[in-house]
T-cell receptor, first 116, second 117 residues
Framework: DGGITQSPKYLFRKEGQNVTLSCEQN?????MYWYRQDPGQGLRLIYYSQIVNDFQKGDIAEGYSVSREKKESFPLTVTSAQKNPTAFYLC???????????????FGQGTRLTVV | GDSVTQMEGPVTLSEEAFLTINCTYTATGYPSLFWYVQYPGEGLQLLLK?????DKGSNKGFEATYRKETTSFHLEKGSVQVSDSAVYFCALSTLNLYNNAGNMLTFGGGTRLMVKP
C-alpha cells in the first residue's frame, strides 16, 4: 500500500542532543513537508521541499535542519539549538506544484518527541 | 499572507446532535479549501475538499460549501456519532509557482470535537 511512514513513533532526547526523525513515502510525490504541532494548537510549517536536493525554510525553521537526497525521503534533524523541541512532528507529501488545483496532502502518523 | 481562522474548541455535543464548525479564510489568490481530521495520536486525514466557489465537498455525512462572498468553508454534519470525536482542521492552498511553494497548505488552529453517548 502507498503511504507515508514516520519513525520512530515515540522519541526521547536528552538536553544538548541532536535527533533525526525519519519520513519515507512511496507515493511518488515531489513535495514533502514537516510540521510541528503543540498541544491544543494548529500545525506550523518547519521546512518544505518541492524537488530533490532543494528545500526551503518554513515559519519556524530555527533549530531544525533537513535534507532531500532522495525523492522518497525527507529526514528532519532537531538540533540542540532548538530550545523547546518537545512536540508532535508530522510529515506530509503532495504531488507538488505542477498539479491541478486541490491536490491533497497525505500525512504520516507522526513522531512524538520528548526532551528528558 | 494567507490565513485560516476556526472557531475555538472544544465543542461538546451529544450523540445525534447537529454539528457546525466555522471556518473563514484570507487568501491572496483563489484558494482550494480542505477539512482534515485528526484522531488521537494519529496524523491528519483528508475529510473533504472544494476547489471553486459554490462547490460542496462531502464525505462520511460531513459537508462544507465554498462561499467566496463570505470567505467561509463551514463544516456541518446532521447527526454526530461518538466515533466522530477528533480534532478538525480547516486548511487552504493557493498555487504559488513564484516561490516554488506549490500547493502548500495553510492550516487553522484546529477544533476539538467531543461527542458524548
Amino acid at each position: 500500500d502507498g503511504g507515508i511512514t514516520q519513525s520512530p513513533k515515540y522519541l526521547f532526547r536528552k538536553e544538548g542532543q541532536n535527533v533525526t526523525l525519519s519520513c519515507e513515502q512511496n507515493l511518488n510525490h515531489d513535495a514533502m513537508y514537516w510540521y510541528r504541532q503543540d498541544p491544543g494548537q494548529g500545525l506550523r510549517l518547519i521546512y518544505y521541499s518541492q524537488i530533490v536536493n532543494d528545500f526551503q525554510k518554513g515559519d519556524i525553521a530555527e533549530g531544525y535542519s533537513v535534507s532531500r537526497e532522495k525523492k522518497e525521503s525527507f529526514p528532519l534533524t532537531v538540533t540542540s539549538a532548538q530550545k523547546n523541541p518537545t512536540a508532535f512532528y508530522l510529515c506530509a507529501s503532495s504531488k507538488g506544484s505542477r498539479v491541478p488545483r486541490g491536490a491533497e496532502a497525505f500525512f504520516g502518523q507522526g513522531t512524538r518527541l520528548t526532551v528528558v | 499572507g494567507d490565513s485560516v481562522t476556526q472557531m475555538e474548541g472544544p465543542v461538546t455535543l451529544s450523540e445525534e446532535a447537529f454539528l457546525t464548525i466555522n471556518c473563514t479564510y484570507t487568501a491572496t489568490g483563489y484558494p482550494s479549501l480542505f477539512w482534515y481530521v485528526q484522531y488521537p495520536g494519529e496524523g491528519l486525514q483528508l475529510l473533504l475538499k472544494a476547489t471553486k466557489a459554490d462547490d460542496k465537498g462531502s464525505n462520511k455525512g460531513f459537508e462544507a460549501t465554498y462561499r467566496k462572498e463570505t470567505t467561509s468553508f463551514h463544516l456541518e454534519k446532521g447527526s454526530v456519532q461518538v466515533s466522530d470525536s477528533a480534532v478538525y482542521f480547516c486548511a487552504l492552498s493557493t498555487l504559488n509557482l513564484y516561490n516554488n511553494a506549490g500547493n502548500m497548505l495553510t492550516f487553522g488552529g484546529g477544533t476539538r470535537l467531543m461527542v458524548k453517548p
